[in-house]
C-alpha cells in the first residue's frame, strides 16, 4: 500500500524515519512523476505537460518499509534565476545529509541524453560518493537512435554499472526498478 506522506519544502522539514529511501530526480518534463506512479502502480504523483511543475520535496510512503521520493526537476523549468539555485542547493542538501537515501535515480530523456545539467549532477554525486543509477526515460517515444553522448561507469565513481532503459506508458524496465526498490 502507499501514502502520500506530503510536500516539503526544506529538508530539515522533512519526516525522521528509518525508512530506506529511494529519490528520483532529473531535468523538468523528464518523466519523472510518471515513472514513479508506473513503479508504485497507482497515479500517486502529480503529472504535469508544463515543465518545473514539483517545486517541493515529495514522499510517499510504501507498505512502511520504503519511502519514494520525487525530487523537483532541474534544467529547463521556467522559474526564477534565484529559486533555480535555491532548488539546487536544496538538491545538495538533501543528497548530503539524508542518511537513509540508498539510491538516487538520475532520470535522463532517452530521446535527449545527457545535458550538462545531468552531468554536473553526476560530477557532484560522484564527489560526494553518493550513490546513483542512470534511467534512461521515454524509450517508447525514441523514434530513431540519437546521437547521444554515452555514459560510461569508468570514469563515474559512485554510479551503479548498470544503466536501464523504461517507459511509463509502455512498463518497459519498471519491473527492474520495482525490483531494486524492493516493491512486489
Known amino acids: 500500500?502507499?501514502?502520500f506522506v506530503g510536500s516539503f519544502d526544506t529538508v530539515k522539514s522533512l519526516p525522521k524515519t528509518q525508512f530506506a529511501e529511494f529519490a528520483f530526480v532529473g531535468r523538468s518534463?523528464?518523466?519523472?512523476?510518471?515513472?514513479?506512479?508506473?513503479?508504485v502502480g497507482e497515479k500517486?504523483?502529480?503529472?504535469?505537460?508544463?515543465?518545473?511543475r514539483t517545486q517541493s520535496l515529495n514522499l510517499f510512503n510504501v507498505d512502511d518499509r520504503i519511502m519514494i521520493v520525487d525530487l523537483p526537476?532541474?534544467?529547463?523549468a521556467r522559474v526564477s534565476r534565484d529559486d533555480a539555485i535555491r532548488w539546487v542547493e536544496r538538491l545538495e542538501e538533501y543528497l548530503i545529509t539524508r542518511r537513509q537515501l540508498k539510491r538516487l535515480f538520475i532520470l535522463i530523456d532517452s530521446r535527449i541524453g545527457p545535458r550538462d545539467s545531468d552531468l554536473d549532477l553526476m560530477e557532484f554525486c560522484d564527489t560526494?560518493?553518493?550513490?546513483?543509477?542512470?534511467?534512461?526515460?521515454?524509450?517508447?517515444?525514441?523514434?530513431?537512435e540519437e546521437n547521444q553522448l554515452k555514459i560510461e561507469h569508468i570514469h563515474h565513481g559512485a554510479m551503479i554499472p548498470e544503466i536501464l532503459e523504461t517507459s511509463a506508458e509502455k512498463k518497459t524496465g519498471i519491473e527492474s526498478l520495482r525490483k531494486i526498490i524492493g516493491i512486489k
Open 29 to 39: 518534463n523528464v518523466g519523472k512523476s510518471s515513472l514513479i506512479n508506473a513503479i
Open 44 to 52: 500517486v504523483a502529480r503529472t504535469s505537460n508544463t515543465p518545473g
Open 73 to 76: 526537476g532541474y534544467g529547463y
Open 128 to 144: 560526494n560518493a553518493i550513490s546513483y543509477q542512470i534511467v534512461y526515460t521515454k524509450k517508447d517515444k525514441r523514434t530513431r
Open 1 to 3: 500500500m502507499i501514502k
